[in-house]
């Protein structure tokens, strides 16, 4: 892990040495979904009160919010570069799903959940990848993600963020964006004395965002 932040610190720092590097500014709106749920119907036989998914609990939650990010190249022809991104998400729907009973004789018991759910944020960060042709852009960046569903209160989670999407340049400055949002959070660290981690922790989200950006530089 050490050397793969070294590794992003150091592009970071050389490609503004580069001749004419550019930089990407995006600014968005967000929609997402998260859930823990990935198979239907939900699975059955295992103990209600184990630790696997997640306490037992199941979520399937619809989000809104701002995506931001920032891209650096050597120069508007490279294909390489560097990206970074905050994502700010508001749940609008949330449903959490609980098995009761024991054994394979039970009920998946379904609730409304959104009062119980704060507003995610995360940060991202790794290369990025861009193909170009005419007035169109192809960018894939692929990050490592930290943040956080409760303001971390309760501790951090760590992912890895792919986010393929579309510039259409509409001018040497300026140009609209589009982009596919796939998140697995894998890990969630916890500050108690007693857990460092969440035991069988995973969520996924997906989502797209739609917005405009800037270039500087090139």
Not at 89 to 102: H, Q, T, W
């Amino acid at each position: 892990m050490r050397k793969i932040a070294l590794m992003f610190v150091s592009v970071f720092l050389l490609l503004p040495l580069t001749a004419s590097p550019s930089l990407d500014l995006r600014a968005g709106a967000l929609w997402s979904y998260d859930t823990n749920v990935f198979s239907s119907p939900l699975p059955t036989g295992y103990n209600a009160d184990g630790d696997f998914p997640n306490g037992g609990e199941f979520l399937k939650r619809h989000n809104v919010g701002v995506h931001l990010g920032a891209d650096i190249f050597s120069g508007n022809e490279s294909r390489f570069g560097l990206s970074t991104a905050l994502a700010l998400s508001f749940p609008v729907s949330s449903v959490s799903i609980v098995p009761e009973g024991e054994g394979n004789d039970w009920n998946y018991v379904k609730s409304d959940s959104l009062d119980e759910q704060h507003a995610s944020l995360f940060l991202s960060i790794g290369p990025a990848f861009r193909y170009s042709f005419g007035s169109v852009e192809i960018v894939f960046p692929i990050r490592l993600s930290v943040g956080s569903y409760d303001w971390f209160t309760t501790g951090f989670v760590f992912g890895v963020a792919i986010e393929p999407g579309v510039n259409i340049l509409i001018d040497d400055d300026f140009f609209l964006t589009f982009s596919a949002i796939y998140d697995a959070h894998m890990m969630k660290f916890l500050y108690s004395v007693s857990e460092i981690y969440d035991a069988g922790y995973i969520m996924l989200t997906a989502g797209f965002y739609a917005g405009c950006g800037i270039r500087i530089g090139g």
